[in-house]
């Protein structure tokens, strides 16, 4: 049996085992000692039996249908708390009721979750042993040495339930921690900080509208292989980072960033026309143009060529991209330092 592939998807299909594991083992039990409450005559515990089956029937099937168990595990949760105080507040089955309200209450917790858990738990807690100290009135008649016994067991099961529940918690978080991690470093560039291809196409697939309009400008630097070559890689690094931080600095938070390769980066302009597009992109190239880069003692010049494709929808992305680059070909065939977009290379 699959439970996923994610921290959030294992976790939803370990409730949903556990609710759908309660329903069917508690119903096998709880269905005999119904018919058993008609046989003797106790028409109170039958309606009660028969009200939990259906609860705890039709809210695990909502929760198997939907394959979401919010509000499903809440109210489970409450129902199964409420029915272990009654199972030991009246003895259910000649006094037996207690016996099967210990296998509930760990249940009632892993279902409900940590915090929730604690809540029920403690309230759970708290009625039992007020119940026995005061003696209510249809408290069952447990016997005078059993009650220290039974309310030092109902403590320990609850608090080692919580336990149990605390540190599956913690094993939780640090697993979804450490996924979480993992897919943000597939999808972004660890030198530059920026999305990498895959973080690209992901983000492009979020897109609500399938028919988006937008612009995609691939830049090239011009001339980075001899900046490797006189300077070393180290320094290289340090100016893909830096032209790296003019890009993201000085485009709108819709725009998107990537660093697609070596010295090429992609930018995807939202909303706009290649016409609109690249007065933006050529202000870009006069700022890095107009900028010396300075890395310790070592100025350097820089100068990029782009290339610009209008898509509509991330069906025509691949489209796009591959004009874009036969554009920037263009603009370094014409001298470099230049944005071409359509037919104008200048």
């Known amino acids: 049996m699959r439970l996923g592939s994610t921290p959030e998807q294992i976790d939803l299909k370990r409730t949903l085992v556990l609710m759908r594991f309660f329903a069917v083992s508690g119903n096998l039990i709880m269905v005999p000692f119904a018919l058993l409450a008609i046989w003797q005559g106790i028409w109170v515990r039958f309606w009660i039996l028969l009200l939990v089956i259906c609860v705890i029937t039709t809210l695990v099937t909502s929760a198997h249908v939907r394959q979401q168990a919010g ?31 210990f296998t509930l209450i760990p249940m ?6 940590w915090r929730t858990g604690q809540l029920l738990g403690g309230f759970y807690s708290l009625v039992v042993i007020a ?102 890689h180290d320094v290289g690094d340090r100016v893909l980072t830096t032209f790296a931080k003019v890009l ?17 980066f992609v930018l995807v302009l939202m909303g706009l026309s290649e016409t609109e597009a690249r ?43 591959k004009l874009a680059d036969q554009r920037v070909y263009q603009a370094k065939s014409s001298g470099r330092n230049r944005v071409v977009a359509g037919d104008n290379g200048d």
């Open 131 to 232: 119940a026995i100290l005061i003696d209510l009135p249809g408290m069952y008649p447990y016997d005078i040495d059993a009650q220290p016994r039974l309310i030092a067991a109902t403590l320990f099961i609850v608090l080692l339930s919580l336990l149990i529940e605390w540190t599956h918690v913690q094993s939780y978080l640090a697993i979804k921690h450490t996924a979480d991690m993992h897919r943000k470093n597939s999808l972004t560039d660890p030198l530059t900080g920026l999305m990498n291809r895959l973080g690209l196409e992901r983000q492009l697939l979020k897109w609500k509208q399938s028919d988006q309009h937008a612009c995609v400008a691939l830049i090239d630097i011009d001339h980075f292989k001899a900046v490797n070559d006189r300077y070393g």
């Open 279 to 321: 007065p933006i992109v050529d202000e870009l190239r006069k700022l890095v143009a107009g900028r010396r880069f300075q890395f310790d003692e070592i100025n350097i010049d820089l100068q990029f060529s782009a290339g610009l494709a209008a898509f509509k929808g991330v069906s025509e992305f691949k489209r796009a991209l």
């Open 71 to 101: 509000g499903e595990r809440i109210a489970l949760a409450i129902v199964m708390c409420l029915f272990a105080l009654y199972l030991t507040m009246s003895g259910g089955q000649d006094g037996t009721g207690v016996y099967f309200s």
């Open 108 to 113: 009632m917790i892993v279902i409900a979750g």
């Open 248 to 264: 993201r600095n000085n485009l709108k938070e819709t725009d998107s960033v990537c660093r697609w390769g070596g010295e090429e």
